[in-house]
């Protein structure tokens, strides 16, 4: 039985489906700012990085900047979109669904170059990955 989808190369689905997402993200904040890139970019992914870091517990964008507020009075009066530190349901899907379109392109591009057939490049990665963990404990840990 032929059927369409066995014509299709995966590296060109995956390329496809990557260039569909992206291209309807900037449509999106191109055609609708406010609601696209403030609505959802911004209070869900960006804005709650803006607050960590400022050590606020809260930032509000309104009238075209954004305020950072360091008390939940002043978080619970400021007007729509307000990002919290942390992690929401939404960016977590979003982050999970980054994480595995990426980690697909990189299978791709792992079998393209042929590199990662033997055990090296693991045990040469490993200490990396350890590390990476270790600076983000320490990163924290002045919270």
């Known amino acids: 039985m032929d059927t369409a989808t066995e014509d299709i190369d995966p590296e060109r689905l995956w390329g496809g489906t990557v260039a569909a997402l992206l291209a309807a993200l900037v449509a999106g904040v191109l055609a609708f700012p406010e609601r696209v890139y403030y609505g959802f970019v911004w ?12 050590g606020a517990q809260c930032a509000a964008y309104a009238d075209g900047s954004v305020t950072y507020h360091y008390d939940a009075a002043a978080c619970s009066a400021a007007s729509e979109p307000v990002a919290y530190p942390g992690y929401t349901l939404v960016s ?17 591009l792992l079998r393209r170059l042929d590199v990662g057939r033997d055990r090296g490049l693991f045990y040469a ?17 002045f919270d």
């Open 43 to 54: 209070q869900y992914f960006w804005g709650p990085v803006e607050a960590d870091a400022k």
């Open 92 to 108: 977590e899907v979003g982050y999970a669904v980054t994480m595995l379109l990426a980690l697909v392109g990189l299978v791709f």
């Open 125 to 141: 990665l490993f200490p990396y990955m350890l590390f990476g963990g270790a600076l983000r404990v320490v990163e924290d840990a």
